[in-house]
C-alpha cells in the first residue's frame, strides 16, 4: 500500500524537513562568515547528513511521484539515511560533546543538529518508514557514503591543513591513530546497519502477526 501521501506522513515529513533545515540553517548563520568558512562548514559530516536528511524529507513532502521521491521513500534508502544521522548523534554525544561548552543559539543549533532531528529521524523510522526488502546485503551499500566522506576529508584535510574532528586530525594524531579511530566509527556503522536490519525484519514479522490476530 502507499502511505507517503497519507496526512500523518506528511505532518513527520514537514516537522522532520522543516527541524532540519533550520538547523543547518541556524549553524550556517553562527559559523559562515566567507567562502572559506563556508568550505569548512560543508566539512563536517553533521552538517551533510543534516542536509541529507532535510532533503530527503522535503522531496517527499513535496515531490513524492518524481524519481528522487521514488528513490527516497525506498526501504533501504530510508534505513541509510536514518543511520547516517543516528551515527551524528551518537558520536557527538558519545565523544564529542564533552569538548566543549556551547551556549546561546549555538547550544539550540547543537541540540537540533545531533540530538533533536536524529531522535525525530529513528522514532519515524521504527514506526512509519517501509522495512519490506531490507536484507543484509544493504549493509555493504550504506558504507559507501562514510567512505566517500573520509577520503575527501584526507584530501582536504592534506590540502588545507584542517580537519573537522579531533579524531580524524592527522596532523595531531598521526596517520595510524587516525586510521585507527576511523576503522572504529566504520565498525559502529556496520554493527549499527546490522542492528538496523535485524530491527526490520523482527518488525515485519511482528507486524504480519499482528495482523494474522486482527483479521
Known sequence: ????????????????????WFAVGLQAYITVSSLR?????????????NILVALTYSTLLLLPASKAGTYF??????????LYIVVVGLVYNIILRQLWHPEGLQLLADNLLHVIVPAMVLLFWILLAPKHGLTW???????????MYLIYI???????????YPFIDVITLGYPAMLL?????????????CVF????????????????LFI
Not at 546485503?137 to 567512505?147: H, K, R, T, V
Open 1 to 20: 500500500m502507499h502511505h507517503r501521501g497519507l496526512p500523518l506522513y506528511r505532518v513527520c515529513y514537514s516537522v522532520i524537513a522543516v527541524a532540519a
Open 37 to 49: 568558512t563556508l568550505m569548512f562548514f560543508l566539512s563536517f559530516f553533521t552538517v551533510l547528513s
Open 73 to 82: 521513500g525506498r526501504a533501504n534508502v530510508q534505513a541509510a539515511i536514518t
Open 137 to 147: 546485503a544493504n549493509i555493504g551499500g550504506w558504507l559507501i557514503y562514510p567512505l
Open 154 to 164: 584526507l584530501i582536504r584535510g592534506a590540502a588545507t591543513a584542517q580537519y573537522p
Open 181 to 193: 579511530n576511523a576503522g572504529g566509527i566504520l565498525l559502529l556503522f556496520l554493527f549499527l546497519g
Open 197 to 212: 536490519t535485524g530491527v526490520a525484519k523482527l518488525l515485519q514479522k511482528t507486524a504480519g502477526k499482528l495482523y494474522v
